[in-house]
């Protein structure tokens, strides 16, 4: 899966997030692009993101970065960890779920 932004590492860090926690990327609704988060996709995009609508929540759109397992946004709202690997997500990426996800 190629990710797009300024990524540093294979887990899907970018230099605006890189802790060790920090190991998803999103699928952006706009374009159907990965990239590890909003600044990413600001930078390198040229073109405004768009969020994914509730209708929408079905869709395989987050990438865990160290299994490479794609899950639903659903799934991914619903968990802190993945659910193939066990790696932990970054709990303050829920600041921002208002950018890439509608709210319900």
């Known amino acids: 899966m190629?990710?797009?932004g300024a990524v540093v590492d294979e887990q899907t860090r970018c230099i605006h997030y890189h802790s060790a926690l920090d190991v998803i990327a999103i699928k952006f609704a706009c374009c159907?692009?990965?990239y590890p988060c909003?600044?990413?996709h600001e930078e390198a995009?040229?073109?405004p993101a768009r969020t994914w609508p509730v209708a929408a929540f079905d869709t395989p759109a987050v990438l865990c970065g160290v299994c490479d397992s794609e899950l639903t946004i659903a799934e991914y709202l619903g968990v802190d960890d993945c659910p193939r690997c066990g790696a932990f997500f970054n709990p303050g990426c829920r600041l921002h779920s208002h950018l890439?996800?509608?709210q319900a």
């Open 45 to 47: 995009a040229g073109h």
């Open 100 to 102: 890439y996800f509608a």
């Open 32 to 34: 159907g692009d990965y």
């Open 2 to 4: 190629r990710i797009h």
């Open 38 to 40: 909003h600044l990413c």
